[in-house]
């Protein structure tokens, strides 16, 4: 690839402005006023989100995951216990989450601890997934290596004659995880890279000090 290419991709952003006297003293309001904006621009990548863990020897990795839910106790996300981020997080129950918005040139970056959600909320919420995706909970053995999609595609097939008319049941590998924030960070994209970021850090249980960093 030519770098001259790469070097001249730029997009000046001039979609809106962040001032400290615009946004809710609480973060989690401010998140839900832009994602509901989100919502209304893209509805379908709104809650996609990028979730950062590491293990003990502190090499991170990162990949994409859908949000579920979000409160003020924090956001959630459904995943395989099993899979490689969810040994990391056993290990080292912190994460970063990044949501990009870029019909609003916005972006929300989170950090927190992480817990699993109770067996309870993950019953309901996988009780609401299409069959498909359920059997596909179970036949995956996420992150693990594979001899081909045909051994797969054949459990996937199998299970799915078994529980063709009966309810799918939560298998126990898998489930939820809430990010309990410590710091949630606002960006809007600004002229000549003049971008606007509002951080909160959490000051105590239940308030957060606001803070503009430089771009």
Known sequence: MDSKIINNLRTEFTADTLLEKDVNK??????EKWFK???????YTANTMTLATAGTNGR????IVLLKDFS????????????RKGKELAKNPLAALLFFWPELERQVSIEGTVEKVSREESERYFATRPKGSQIGAIVSP???EIDGREALEKKWN?????????AVPKPAH????????????????????L???????????SSWKIVRLAP
């Open 26 to 31: 609480d973060p989690i309001k401010q998140f």
């Open 158 to 166: 199998d299970l799915e004659a078994v529980y063709a008319d009966s």
């Open 142 to 144: 996420q992150s693990q």
């Open 37 to 43: 904006e989100a919502l209304e621009k893209n509805k």
């Open 72 to 83: 003020t106790n924090g956001f959630v996300f459904y995943t395989n216990y099993l899979s």
């Open 195 to 205: 971008h606007d970021r509002i951080v909160y850090k959490r000051a105590d249980k």
């Open 174 to 193: 898998w489930g939820g995880y809430i990010v309990k924030p410590t710091i949630i960070e606002f960006w809007q994209g600004g002229t000549s890279r």
């Open 60 to 63: 991170p990795t990162a990949r």
